[in-house]
Structures are given as structure tokens and as C-alpha cells.
């Protein structure tokens, strides 16, 4: 069964940073990618950054690029998210999800994935 689980959301003032990490089980795939998704209230769902499990490939939107790193961990299907110079506007539920067999652009602009995780809540606020 595939299972996502975030962690590293919270409270940062504007100009700060936050990490967030994803844990992914479940997999037995052998093409994938992991993205990272967010949504806040009374706006549709964005994506932020996708990655590709085989080459690293990786996607931005344009929001987020140059303040926004996605990368993969030591361990297996462990992606983070360093979210760097963060305003207001990045105020959203987060949230990572995997997509087989998948472009990572095509997989941040469809913004559909096989699996989700719950999310976690990031707040830029004074």
C-alpha cells in the first residue's frame, strides 16, 4: 500500500525558511516521481516542485523558483523540500504525492497523482 507522510511544516516569519520532508512507502515501482503540492484556502491546488526518482530531474513553478529546492535523501523515497525567503503568499497546506511513470513537469502542471499524503500546514506571518 502506498503511503506518503510530511513533516517540517510550522509558523515562519516572512524572509525565514522551513523544511519539509516526505517519506514515501509502498513503492515498487521502478519509474516515478515525487512532487510537492500545495493549496491554500479559496485558491486551486499548485504545484510547487515534482522530481524524478531515476535522474533527478526536477520542475518549479514559477513562484517558487530561485527561493525553492527539491531534492532527494540518502534514504530511499525521501524527498525535502528547503523553502527559502518565504512570504505571505507561500501560506498553504502542503502536501507530497507520487505519480508513476510520470514526467516531472507533466506531473506539477496536471496536478494529479496515483497517491497523497496528508499535508502539512506552512504559515509566513509577522
Known amino acids: 500500500q502506498l503511503q506518503l507522510v510530511e513533516s517540517g511544516g510550522g509558523l515562519v516569519q516572512p524572509g525565514g525558511s522551513l523544511r519539509l520532508s516526505c517519506a514515501a512507502s509502498g513503492f515498487t515501482w521502478d519509474n516515478y516521481a515525487i512532487g510537492w503540492f500545495r493549496q491554500a484556502p479559496g485558491k486551486e491546488r499548485e504545484g510547487v516542485s515534482c522530481i524524478s526518482s531515476s535522474d533527478g530531474a526536477a520542475y518549479y513553478a514559477d513562484s517558487v523558483k530561485g527561493r525553492f529546492t527539491i531534492s532527494r535523501g540518502n534514504a530511499k523515497n525521501t524527498v525535502f523540500l528547503q523553502m527559502n525567503n518565504l512570504k505571505p503568499e507561500d501560506t498553504a497546506v502542503y502536501s507530497c504525492?507520487?505519480?508513476?511513470?510520470?514526467?516531472?513537469?507533466?506531473?506539477?502542471?496536471?496536478?494529479?497523482?496515483?497517491?497523497w499524503g496528508q499535508g502539512t500546514q506552512v504559515t509566513v506571518s509577522s
Open positions: 504525492a507520487a505519480r508513476r511513470s510520470t514526467a516531472v513537469q507533466a506531473m506539477c502542471v496536471a496536478r494529479w497523482a496515483n497517491a
